[in-house]
């Protein structure tokens, strides 16, 4: 490997062992999150309360010397508190654009779904442009600009479900589940005196980050695997029971998130194992069932498991 992709290998790895101090029995979930993180995408994680979900949000933003701002989302909250108002300066006899949150590195979006579809739809432009738009005015975003968003999948009182063109716009959906009783109890064992975010220590600045987003675009993946990618989204748009299958910004996702976490596993081109492994995070979240074939107990998350299987790998 080049200097430039060993040094962005380094800086994952720096991350990987920043979070896993933090965050008990959740590699394979860090993993994932790093390859969206790497290549560029936003992040939905979706789990029961009390399981981590604003902590390991908490924990990439303290990993990383730059700016990070938390929005506690609930109904009343409106777009000018993400976006940012103007306000009248008597002083100067002119307006003056105080930025909201967005204007940041990593915003964490904390319980997205509770807030009204006209302040989610606030995100829509950040998430897809990397810019807002503020009474008619374009303002771009920073450079590095990452949303990990989180919901609670069991409580429907007073929360609005994010539409599938929201739902779109992340590159990956997470689940973080209960961990073995062996490391809850090292979890305790871990906040005795102080958590172990108070521990934590910043281990990459943003011109690093920006650097193994750039290495891991220059990962090689071949046609063949790009026809693999497609085959697997355009799998999800002819299955019986689904009323809406993946986009091809799921495709674009896919590969981008590949390419990172082969950068990370150390290689210079992209493997079928790379694509599998993030099939189900990247495109199950994406595809819409029919409300008909949901009462039968059908899954997205089935549905693209049983597409990976009938799809063939190139050789």
Do not use: W
């Not at 100067?92 to 654009?97: A, K, L, M, R, V």
């Amino acid at each position: 490997m080049t200097a430039n992709v060993e040094e962005a290998a380094d800086t994952y790895h720096k991350l990987l062992h920043n979070l896993e101090t933090v965050m008990r029995g959740q590699s394979g979930t860090i993993r994932r999150l790093l390859a969206a993180f790497g290549s560029g995408g936003h992040v939905l994680i979706e789990d029961y309360p009390g399981t981590g979900k604003t902590t390991l949000a908490k924990a990439l933003a303290g990993s990383i010397k730059a700016d990070f701002k938390r929005v506690q989302f609930t109904p009343d909250v409106l777009p000018s508190d993400i976006l940012g108002v103007s306000i009248f300066n008597q002083r100067d006899q002119q307006f003056q654009f105080h930025q909201g949150p967005v204007f940041t590195n990593v915003l964490l979006a904390d319980e997205v779904n509770r807030a009204s579809p006209r302040t989610q739809s606030a995100l829509l432009e950040a998430m897809a442009e990397n810019q807002v738009t503020v009474e008619g005015e374009r303002r771009g975003l920073p450079e590095l600009f990452f949303v990990m968003a989180t919901q609670n999948p069991i409580e429907f009182r007073g929360t609005y479900p994010l539409p599938e063109a929201q739902m779109d716009r992340f590159a990956m959906q997470l689940r973080l589940g209960y961990v073995t009783a062996e490391d809850e109890a090292a979890i305790l064992t871990d906040q005795t005196l102080e958590t172990p975010l108070d521990r934590l220590n910043a281990c990459a600045s943003t011109a690093q980050v920006l650097s193994v987003r750039a290495a891991a675009r220059t990962v090689r993946i071949s046609d063949e695997l790009k026809t693999y990618i497609v085959a697997l989204v355009r799998g999800t748009r002819s299955v019986s029971g689904v009323q809406l299958g993946a986009s091809p910004r799921a495709s674009l996702a896919l590969m981008k998130a590949a390419q990172a976490l082969a950068l990370f596993d150390g290689s210079s081109f992209v493997a079928p194992e790379h694509i599998q492994e993030l099939a189900v995070p990247i495109i199950a979240h994406r595809v819409s069932i029919d409300p008909q074939a949901r009462f039968t107990g059908l899954t997205t998350v089935a549905i693209v498991e049983e597409i990976i299987k009938k799809t063939a790998v190139p050789a």
